[in-house]
């Protein structure tokens, strides 16, 4: 009955735009997977793959598995949605960390539906998290106030020039244990698609990946499905771009950064002319700080003390001595541009200022590669305040000079372990920290921008942008702001960046301070 139903409903419908709402997904992440609880079992999945990936299917949306997945079917988007209940916790699996209520299936952070607006043209789904919070006894369900939702994506944010590298593995598939419950026999193969559902609200434009994920089947493949949404990907190497092949014909490429001592470009830097000619790709040059490739005496050291941090890029202090260098580098075309280091504690507006004076002498691009670590690699660097300052500061500069200015934050996730352990834009329940939290809200508000700004003026801990009839302005913190030519202005509207009631709930890291996260100020 349901067969000869769809069969006559897709005939009488030929020709219009559809979209498949169902309870179970036909599939969780390959239309060959064995039958398990979580999919469609073949044969029938076969027949129903056949009708989904025909045209006009533009979009399906399934439920049952209450997690997030996003990819396509045929000519379709291929949605599979969380639940606003309970989150199905033996996909906790993906977490590199311990899951939080119930062993995971009260992980607030997983909560969650989506909106959907369906345009002229094509739709968009915004992934909405709802979180949660235990209801105290003498409250009732109708005591819970909805705040303010911001929503962003990549198609519609106006800031492309600044963006994320995927330093850790962000598009994998994970092996999940059978435990009893719904299944008790074997393992089903699911991908991870939480990191990408976070570059997604974020609306991230722009992404640094390495090599390795250019190669691997699945994070390729993820690869080219985020540039359907009008990201720009690039990628970061050791040494000079000698394999042209590799690049020439890759559709998902926008540009390289190419790390390596400057003595070695010079001697190679026809290989650098010819790699720009043959594959149009943007190149950038990060020098490689040390006498060798292998041993590095770092420069910050003690006089002869061995260490084996390697850093890459201009430092800022060192750009106005480069100054001929960049000049010739441009003049005889072997690169695009070069990447300027700009230091966690250091005043994100001296770096632009530089960088700036170096790009308008060279006539090279300039990308600032945001270090998120802090001085010791035996230190946590965990401050949500200063990398939420450097968000919202980073946004707003590569607005205002498109064209000559890109920021690459240098971490996504948080670091836990290992060297220089540092939070991230996200955590390791794939919820978004401050520093995300406030780079959505900038997204989604000035996703219609139809005007440009000019930077006005700044002070270490507030900066001043100008639009054609009102100013914005940006304080680090209230304190900041009450200082700050800003507190005198006619304000027509406000924000703390930062802060999301429904991911404040999953916030392992304790109880923010309001008072210490940027504002947002706009002034007549």
């Not at 027949?47 to 006009?56: N, Q």
């Not at 399906?60 to 988007?77: D, E, P, R």
């Not at 003595?263 to 020098?287: C, G, H, M, N, W």
């Amino acid at each position: 009955v349901q067969k000869n139903w769809l069969e006559s409903e897709t005939k009488r419908l030929a020709g219009k735009r559809q979209f498949f709402f169902m309870h179970y997904p036909p599939y969780l992440t390959t239309p060959l997977e064995p039958g398990s609880y979580d999919n469609v079992d073949r044969p029938g999945r076969d027949w129903l793959l056949e009708r989904l990936s025909a045209r006009p299917v533009e979009g399906i949306f399934c439920g049952h598995v209450h997690n997030y997945w996003c990819s396509t079917l045929g000519h379709a988007l291929y949605y599979l949605l969380p639940s606003t209940a309970f989150m199905r916790h033996d996909f906790s699996v993906f977490y590199k960390v311990a899951p939080q209520e119930e062993f995971g299936r009260g992980d607030p952070g997983r909560f969650g539906f989506f909106l959907v607006d369906v345009n002229v043209d094509g739709h968009v789904a915004y992934s909405i998290r709802t979180g949660a919070r235990m209801i105290a006894p003498d409250e009732t369900d109708k005591s819970f106030r909805p705040e303010r939702t911001f929503l962003a994506h990549p198609e519609f944010s106006q800031f492309s020039c600044v963006g994320l590298e995927l330093r850790q593995p962000w598009a994998y598939l994970e092996q999940v244990p059978a435990t009893g419950g719904v299944q008790e026999i074997g393992r089903k193969v699911a991908r991870n698609d939480y990191p990408f559902q976070s570059l997604v609200e974020m609306g991230v434009k722009l992404v640094l990946v390495p090599e390795i994920d250019l190669r691997e089947a699945v994070s390729a493949e993820r690869l080219r499905f985020l540039k359907q949404f009008k990201v720009d990907i690039y990628t970061t190497k050791i040494g000079s771009p000698s394999s042209v092949g590799t690049y020439k014909n890759d559709p998902v490429l926008k540009g390289l950064i190419c790390n390596q001592l400057i003595s070695a470009f010079e001697s190679e830097q026809s290989s650098y002319i010819d790699f720009r000619r043959d594959t149009k790709l943007e190149v950038y040059l990060a020098p490689v700080h040390g006498p060798s490739t292998t041993h590095i005496t770092s420069s910050d050291s003690p006089k002869g003390k061995f260490t084996h941090s390697v850093k890459t890029g201009f430092k800022v202090s060192e750009l106005e001595s480069h100054t001929r260098f960049f000049e010739r580098c441009s003049r005889d075309g072997a690169l695009d541009g070069i990447v300027v280091r700009a230091e966690f504690d250091e005043p994100i507006s001296r770096a632009v200022e530089a960088s700036l004076n170096a790009a308008n002498q060279s006539g090279l691009k300039i990308l600032l590669s945001v270090k998120t670590g802090g001085k010791s690699v035996a230190e946590a660097n965990n401050n949500p305040y200063q990398l939420t300052w450097l968000t919202v500061s980073c946004l707003f500069f590569s607005n205002a000079y498109q064209g000559k200015l890109k920021f690459i934050f240098d971490n996504f996730l948080d670091i836990d372990r290992g060297y220089y352990p540092r939070g991230g834009f996200v955590s390791g329940h794939y919820d978004l920290r401050p520093a995300g939290v406030a780079w959505r809200q900038i997204t989604a508000l000035y996703s219609s921008w139809d005007f440009t700004i000019t930077f006005g003026s700044s002070g270490d801990d507030w900066l001043i942008f100008e639009a054609s009839t009102f100013h914005i302005g940006l304080a680090r913190s209230e304190k900041a702001f009450n200082a700050s030519p800003i507190a005198s202005w006619k304000i027509k509207d406000q924000l703390i960046l930062g802060f999301d009631p429904s991911q404040h709930q999953a916030d392992s890291q304790g109880q923010l301070d309001l008072a210490e996260l940027p504002r947002l100020v706009v002034g007549a």
